[in-house]
């Protein structure tokens, strides 16, 4: 059997790719603009080279699957994209939308290709470095530019019907009425996300650093009410599955002065009794930027030991 993954990890601003043998170690990586992708005339032919050419100046020879984690929902074939809101082209549409983008691929580079959506692919990576394989459920969530979303149900992905499931950043916030990106109002991101963060860095504090907005500021009114924003889709998540663990994470989180504790505080307070009766573990993702790409390498694992099976 062959031992090294590609892992990819696309995500809206930057695109990293990188070998990943079988003790999970990253041997080689590299990071670029997701623009080379979203902006080239044609982007699925674009990502082949770039793989491609990674495998060539590595001199990889042992190479098993590729793996890619994007930020849309990813159908349950495993293969297609449907809808990379945070990249689009020139023309201002998503680059992939119910797109396939493993055919190609596999038929090019002659290797097993898996998709997969980034934040499971990072709950997966968070799941092994904390050694949480044995857990019955595992919810993670993670909140930086928009808001992530993955749930574990006996390592097992939750996925829905089609591979639409858990687009946590679009779940309504009750009469919540501010336009969000996607088109709908009210909906998470527009009150717990990393945009939101900027709006009120703008509003309130302009002309600061956002890098110093918690340190500075997260006991006064605007930060308390944007830490209970990300708060409330914790306690929906925990109330809903009953989870014996919720890792949480993101760029926001990681940020300097965040409130961890005030947080977790209303968190618990907020979910429902039935729940808190039994409670559960709260982990911190630790900043790490090559977590998708191991993460990417693990569900690989995962999908190949499914097909020997
Ligand atoms: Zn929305």
Redesign the pocket.
């Known amino acids: 059997m062959k031992h090294t993954i590609i892992g990819l990890d696309i995500g809206g601003t930057n695109l990293r790719i990188g070998a990943v043998n079988e003790n999970k170690e990253i041997v080689a990586s590299r990071i670029m603009d997701s623009d080379i992708v979203s902006k080239a005339a044609q982007p699925i032919e674009k990502l082949c080279r770039i793989i491609q050419s990674f495998i060539e100046e590595h001199q990889l020879e042992d190479v098993g699957a590729v793996s890619i984690g994007v930020a849309s929902s990813v159908a349950n074939d495993n293969e297609t994209v449907i809808c990379t809101t945070n990249m689009r082209g020139d023309d201002g549409e998503p680059i992939f939308q119910n797109t396939n983008i493993a055919q190609y691929l596999k038929e090019q580079l002659k290797l097993p290709v898996f998709v997969n959506n980034d934040t499971s692919n990072i709950l997966y990576y968070d799941v092994y470095r904390n050694r949480l394989q044995e857990r019955k459920l595992v919810i993670g969530i993670y909140i930086g530019t928009g808001v992530g979303a993955a749930v574990l149900i006996d390592g097992k992905q939750l996925k829905g019907v089609n591979g639409a499931a858990l687009d946590l950043?679009?779940i309504p916030y009750y009469k919540g009425e501010d336009l969000?990106?996607?088109s709908?109002h009210g909906?998470c991101?527009c009150y717990a996300s990393g945009w939101k963060l900027e709006n009120l860095l703008e509003e309130y504090y302009p002309g600061e650093s956002i890098r110093n907005i918690f340190k500075d500021h997260a006991d006064e009114a605007p930060l308390k009410e944007f830490v209970y924003s990300c708060s409330h889709v914790f306690s929906v998540m925990a109330t809903i599955f009953n989870p014996d663990t919720i890792i949480y994470g993101g760029g926001v989180i990681d940020m300097k002065g965040f409130p961890i504790e005030r947080f977790e505080e209303e968190v618990r307070k907020n979910t429902g009794l039935d729940v808190m009766n039994y409670g559960f573990d709260f982990i911190y993702s630790q900043p790490y930027t090559e977590k998708g790409i191991v993460g990417s390498a693990i569900f690989a694992e995962q999908m190949l030991n499914k097909q020997e099976a």
Do not use: A, S, T
């Open positions: 950043g679009h969000c990106v996607c709908k909906c991101e």
